[in-house]
């Protein structure tokens, strides 16, 4: 099931360049943003978790669901509830439940997507609370490889031996340290307003996506958007971020 990919696009560069580097730095979410995971890819996961949860915790998986559920409203991941009340190991918990042996056949090439990267100009990485594998193995799936700077994911927002991932606002400033750049050179591209609202008040520019999955979640998030002075744009699809960036750089450039 492990696949090897490019480390320089599995990791947070270490020393991406000078600070003086005045490129738009674009950190671009990945399930629910540039891909349909909620319809796709999804409902396997959560299986795959509850089934995780009720097998290493002994409890039935009505249980094990909604501890689940509780766990990602209260910290934003499963996997932290998990790690913080239960001690369970956070690298077997992701692998054992982002294995899906049908990622492949559900998730096409975005052939529209793979030349909207192309067009953005400036440093493009992916910023998923998904682990390492899962998220290669998307983003070669939907064919943006090499759209692609790096990868950073939930294995990486690690510090002090702790896992912060988004929503975190102390992960983002020490991102952005690592990263050596400016918050005001950086958009955060995402489906999640919890997520656009933390970065907001670390200074970064937001643009939330409404147009991806069903339209139930599609009308939540416009709904959200219309209350939300944290997010700074909204687009229905990630296809329009290069029109959009035009639009940004006049206004912040």
Request: with cysteine; aromatic share 4%; glycine share 6%.
């Amino acid at each position: 099931m492990r696949q090897r990919g490019s480390s320089r696009r599995e990791a947070t560069p270490a020393n991406p360049g000078p600070a003086t580097d005045r490129r738009t730095v674009w950190l671009l979410d990945l399930d629910n943003t540039l891909h349909d995971s909620i319809t796709h890819l999804m409902p396997g996961i959560n299986r795959a978790m509850t089934e995780y949860i009720a097998r290493e915790l002994d409890l039935h998986p009505d249980r094990a669901s909604a501890l689940r559920v509780r766990y990602w409203h209260r910290y934003g991941a499963t996997l932290l509830g998990l790690v913080r009340h239960h001690g369970i190991d956070p690298h077997h918990f992701l692998d054992e439940a982002h294995r899906l042996p049908d990622l492949e056949r559900v998730v096409r090439p975005d052939f529209a997507l793979r030349h909207a990267l192309t067009r953005l100009a400036g440093r493009r990485l992916i910023l998923t609370n998904a682990p390492r594998i899962y998220a290669n193995r998307v983003i070669r799936a939907v064919g943006i490889s090499r759209q692609v700077d790096a990868v950073i994911p939930i294995e990486a927002m690690q510090f002090a031996g702790r896992f912060l991932p988004k929503p975190s606002r102390a992960m983002l400033r020490k991102l952005l340290a690592r990263l050596r750049v400016a918050p005001s050179r950086c958009v955060l591209v995402e489906d999640s307003p919890a997520n656009l609202k933390a970065a907001r008040a670390c200074g970064l520019r937001t643009i939330l996506v409404t147009g991806i999955g069903p339209i139930a979640h599609r009308d939540h998030l416009r709904h959200r958007a219309g209350r939300g002075r944290y997010i700074d744009h909204q687009i229905g699809q990630p296809h329009r971020l290069p029109r959009l960036s035009r639009i940004m750089s006049v206004h912040y450039g």
